[in-house]
């Protein structure tokens, strides 16, 4: 499985950026897709999950309301919409996947950086 993470860059707070994940190597219907973060000093964390194959999602509490995970199929792409971003959002943010039946995620693509001004 390859994971190509692009899309993060500079935003003011309140602004918008899409995060876009290119999946390659497999077929993904067994898998779950997700995107997690990590902040400078602190430990990666959790950010948005979809299950490939029916859509179905799940968001940390932080950013439920303002983040949006999405698939597209044909693509092969995962995208993350951020919108209302705050300060607190700025960290290196990573494409992963896992299969259906395994705890943790396996497959890792390269982090992209995300920087919230105030």
């Known amino acids: 499985v390859q994971l190509q993470a692009s899309g993060g860059g500079l935003v003011q707070a309140g602004g918008s950026l899409r995060l876009s994940c290119a999946a390659s190597?497999?077929?993904?219907?067994?898998?779950?897709m997700a995107w997690f973060r990590q902040a400078p000093g602190k430990e990666r964390e959790f950010v948005a999950s979809?299950?490939?194959?029916?859509?179905?999602?799940s968001y940390a509490d932080s950013v439920t309301g303002r983040f949006t995970i999405s698939r597209d199929k044909v693509k092969n792409t995962v995208t993350l919409q951020m919108n209302s971003l705050k300060p607190e959002d700025t960290a290196v943010y990573y494409c992963?996947?896992?299969?259906?039946?395994?705890?943790?995620?396996?497959?890792w693509g390269q982090g992209t950086q995300v920087t919230v001004s105030s």
């Open positions: 190597g497999r077929t993904f219907s067994n898998y779950y």
């Open positions: 992963a996947a896992r299969l259906l039946q395994v705890s943790a995620y396996e497959y």
């Open positions: 979809i299950r490939w194959s029916v859509g179905i999602t």
